[in-house]
């Protein structure tokens, strides 16, 4: 079992699911008050029972029980496993609760879940999905980034639910936000929140460009831009590159920097271009 402590309220157990989007796989956070007797559980994870085995022993070994589950938002890497809430007799907590397929109560932008010992305020930060919430831990003033901001690398702006606009907005609130080190989804704790934010405000914008070059180096569609902007990257995370790159496209459509054709039959196209 890969369980590690990072603070007198939280530990980690790492999930068995790494892959090039998941990096060493999914973060499974455990909070609560030393001595208290019950943890939150942050992000589930995948449903494997060997995750399940090592979260029920990282638990026991903290002579706790459960007391609450929270996702940072419905990606089924984050929320596959919530349905272990029902085994634990607990509740689940979710910005949009109709994403996830079992009863679970809302939390909504700003509201505080206190269990444990622990108090999480929800921070609502959509982009990456649009329920996505970023999470304050009140006794530490770390936060819980789910897939805003990864340890590592950057994320994905996962269209249509994803949202470039929105993904720049809630990077921005995250760094009002001033905390003390962000634990992210996957990867390594980021000790240094206001760089990593700095770095991927930074991305994003070289990416955008580059986005309006390959357009207007003559790039159409969204693959086209994709295998020019993202010749960098390995071509296995080509899928997600290009739902970011439609979330690019969007964005610009909506700022009328750029337009989308139109077919023959008068609908809309997958055909961009520079206005
Ligand atoms: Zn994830």
Same mark, same amino acid.
């Given at each position: /079992? ?33 001595? #208290? ?19 029920? %022993?990282?638990?026991?070994? /903290?002579?706790? =029980? ?37 009863? !679970?109560?809302?939390?909504?932008? +700003?509201?505080?879940?206190?269990? %444990? ?20 831990? #009140?006794? =530490? ?11 590592? +690398?950057? =994320? ?7 949202? /470039? ?13 001033? !905390? ?40 159409? =569609? ?30 610009? #459509? ?22």
């Amino acid at each position: /079992m890969t369980l590690t402590r990072l603070d007198e309220v939280t530990n980690v157990v790492l999930a068995p699911n790494p892959s090039p989007l998941t990096l060493d796989g999914t973060n499974t956070y455990l909070l609560g008050a030393p001595g #208290c007797g019950e943890v939150i559980v942050v992000d589930p994870g995948p449903d494997l029972l060997q995750h399940r085995q090592a979260v029920d %022993a990282a638990a026991a070994g /903290m002579d706790a =029980t459960i007391a609450a589950v929270v996702l940072t938002h419905h990606h089924a890497d984050h929320a596959e496993a919530a349905g272990w809430a029902t085994d634990w007799g607990v509740q689940v907590w979710t910005f949009t609760p109709s994403f996830v397929q079992l009863p !679970a109560a809302p939390l909504h932008d +700003g509201e505080q879940l206190t269990r %444990a010992g622990v108090t999480l305020e929800a921070v609502h930060t959509p982009g990456h999905a649009s329920d996505h919430l970023c999470l304050r831990v #009140c006794q =530490t003033d770390v936060v819980l980034s789910g897939d805003h901001v990864l340890g590592r +690398g950057t =994320t994905v702006v996962a269209w249509p639910d994803g949202d /470039m606009a929105a993904y720049l907005a809630s990077l921005r609130r995250l760094a009002a936000c001033d !905390a003390t080190a962000l634990y992210p989804g996957h990867g390594p704790v980021l000790g240094d929140p206001a760089a990593a934010i700095a770095r991927y405000l930074a991305h994003r914008e070289k990416r955008e460009a580059a986005v309006l070059a390959a357009l207007a180096a003559g790039d159409a =569609t969204p693959a086209q831009v994709v295998v020019r902007v993202y010749a960098d990257v390995d071509p296995v995370l080509h899928p997600a590159a290009e739902r970011t790159v439609r979330a690019q496209l969007a964005k610009l #459509c909506n700022e009328e920097r750029i337009t989308r054709a139109l077919d023959p039959g008068g609908g809309e196209s997958d055909s961009y271009r520079v206005r």
